[in-house]
């Protein structure tokens, strides 16, 4: 895909959630919509580290918690501007995939699923544990909507049409990424590291960009989450919402930018369907460690009979053998 | 005719694996502008000597001097931005990419385009890209290689995938080009095809190291080797010197004929 054709594309899907933001009059539609858009730009950027740096982090949660967190401490407990505070939590999480990249990229191997998960942990209890600062496990209160002026996002419809925005301009922005100077660069190290250092590409450093990048993109998706619900508290958080987006990862296909968008599709889908449905075969109790077996299930038979994930489906491949513009 | 100080000097570089000393106190110089040779049986060291040059490997003693100044250890792409590129045994290709983009990959150097840049296309960027595009195609040229230029570079032929990796490394504009064993992996038509693209690339300005073990084709082409045995200098000089040297011969070329 051209960059053109990759953003007509993008101003296509956008009309049409346009369209669904006038016509769709159910909330509970429109917010699951929401949860996609917002599930799918953490999504995307663990693709990325998936995909370009080679390792899986076992931690994204902690980055989407870290977005929620700040963004709101700072606007509810600070006064600060919204987007302000937005733009501070994307930093904040950037800041926070850079320090704990900084030793893991310097080794190599398993080292960041191992790092991430127990950073995820530590985040997790700090959130229960510093209730002075983060409300501890009854969480945060009063965090105001986005506003620009007078206009307020605090509709379905109005943070559903942000929430899909956001995330098709960081979708054509990824996509410039992956076919340009930079682009190669971590395609190469994908390829081969030794090669792509020969070729005077410094591995260690794309490689901490590309987790801090994601960093920053989980950060900016547990911002607007925050300012969606206008309450958080860390149970969301845990580790089985980062095992969540790793599902949601490889059930789109690790190797495409769309395919988080369709892996956040078919995590949230699942995950309402389960709501929907294990109540009628089991103790509603028993609903969420059910959800964990499904998601096991649905994971192992996807590696098993489509490694390649949703996006496999078109028979699209990526990196995307080119045409010459 | 003035002798020209050297563009890479080697002092009495060594390197141990555990207790095997695969490389002992090695010396050696190339000079600007011409195509020197590594030559010596399986294990001689030759490999690791690369390697240690090209800051794979740290040393266990000596070090390398380019441009009179040492090279950096164990940072293989500070190295390459010294102005040395070099090729692998195994030819090692981006595969997914295109034998295009594989190029541009080596002009990776010669651009300056940052994150936020290339995520916005900026006219910048874009203008940048087109140069490095321009360039990557002229490299394709030289090696016959453009109607390939949107093929992955893993469907490619072996002996294609072969030039793909030298564009590459051709692409980085290097001043010193390392090759490990080209003729490695290729027939008798294409060895001689690479040969003379070597020389080419020499006849171009590029001074050349390379490491084969295919005595005719290294002979032919270089303008000095060096033989190496169990990790030490055995010999060096002109082909034809090193040739009649009666340790050579013993060491290497008796060996071989045996």
Not at chain 1, 193 to 198: L, N
Not at chain 2, 74 to 89: E, K, M, N, S, Y
Not at chain 2, 129 to 139: E, F, H, I, P, Y
Request: aromatic share 8%.
């Amino acid at each position: 895909m051209s960059a053109r054709e990759r953003w007509t594309l993008l101003l296509a899907v956008m009309l049409f959630v346009s369209g669904a933001a006038w016509g769709v009059r159910s909330t509970y539609v429109l917010s699951a919509l929401t949860f996609v858009a917002l599930n799918a730009i953490a999504a995307l950027g663990l693709s990325l580290v998936m995909g370009f740096a080679g390792q899986v982090s076992l931690g994204q949660a902690a980055f989407y918690a870290i977005g929620a967190y700040a963004s709101g401490i700072l606007t509810a407990t600070h006064g600060w501007n919204c987007w302000a505070a937005l733009a501070m939590a994307v930093v904040a999480g950037a800041a926070a995939a850079l320090l704990i990249g900084l030793p893991i990229f310097r080794l190599s191997g398993l080292l960041l699923a191992m790092a991430s998960l127990g950073f995820g942990i530590i985040v997790y209890y700090v959130l229960v544990n510093w209730s002075g600062v983060t409300g501890g496990p009854s969480g945060l209160t009063g965090i105001p909507p986005l506003a620009i002026g007078g206009f307020r996002f605090d509709t379905d419809a109005r943070v559903f049409l942000l929430a899909w925005t956001v995330l098709l301009f960081l979708l054509g922005l990824a996509g410039n990424l992956v076919d340009s100077r930079v682009g190669r660069a971590l395609r190469a190290i994908h390829g081969s590291e030794s090669a792509a250092q020969a070729a005077g590409i410094d591995a260690t450093r794309y490689k901490l960009g590309v987790f801090a990048l994601a960093g920053g993109m989980t950060a900016l998706a547990g911002g607007l989450y925050a300012h969606y619900l206008t309450f958080i508290n860390p149970s969301p958080f845990g580790f089985g919402y980062s095992v969540e987006l790793v599902v949601m990862v490889v059930l789109g296909g690790v190797a495409s930018l769309w395919g988080a968008v369709l892996g956040a599709a078919a995590v949230v889908l699942l995950v309402e369907a389960l709501r929907a449905a294990l109540p009628l075969v089991a103790s509603s109790r028993g609903a969420a460690e059910y959800e964990i077996v499904v998601f096991g299930l649905a994971l192992m038979a996807f590696m098993i009979f489509l490694p390649g994930g949703l996006v496999s489906l078109r028979g699209e491949r990526w990196p995307p053998a080119r045409a010459e513009r | 005719m003035v002798r020209m100080s050297p563009l890479l000097e080697v002092l009495g570089l060594g390197k141990d694996f555990g207790g095997l000393a695969a490389v002992r106190g090695v010396d050696f110089a190339v000079a600007p502008g011409q195509i020197k040779a590594l030559i010596g049986p399986n294990g001689a060291g030759k490999t690791t000597i690369f390697n240690l040059i090209a800051g794979a490997l740290a040393p266990t003693r000596g070090r390398v001097l380019f441009e009179g100044t040492p090279l950096p250890v164990l940072r293989p792409h500070a190295v390459a931005a010294r102005g040395i590129a070099r090729t692998f045994q195994l030819v090692r290709l981006f595969g997914e990419m295109t034998v295009l983009e594989n190029v541009l990959v080596g002009c990776h150097r010669h651009g300056r385009a940052g994150w936020g840049a290339c995520a916005l296309r900026t006219r910048a960027a874009r203008d940048e890209d087109a140069r490095l595009r321009l360039r990557a195609r002229a490299v394709l040229a030289l090696l016959d290689l453009e109607g390939r230029a949107e093929m992955p570079a893993a469907a490619l032929p072996y002996g294609e995938q072969r030039l793909v990796e030298v564009g590459r490394a051709l692409a980085m504009e290097p001043k010193l080009l390392l090759l490990d064993e080209p003729g490695a992996g290729l027939d008798r038509g294409e060895q001689a095809h690479l040969a003379a693209i070597v020389r080419q690339i020499r006849d171009g300005g590029t001074t050349i190291l390379l490491v084969d073990h295919h005595m005719d084709f290294v002979l032919d082409l270089s303008d000095e080797v060096l033989v190496l045995s169990y990790g030490e200098k055995l010999a060096e000089g002109r082909p034809a010197e090193v040739r009649s040297d009666p340790a050579v011969v013993a060491a290497y070329l008796g060996e071989e004929a045996a």
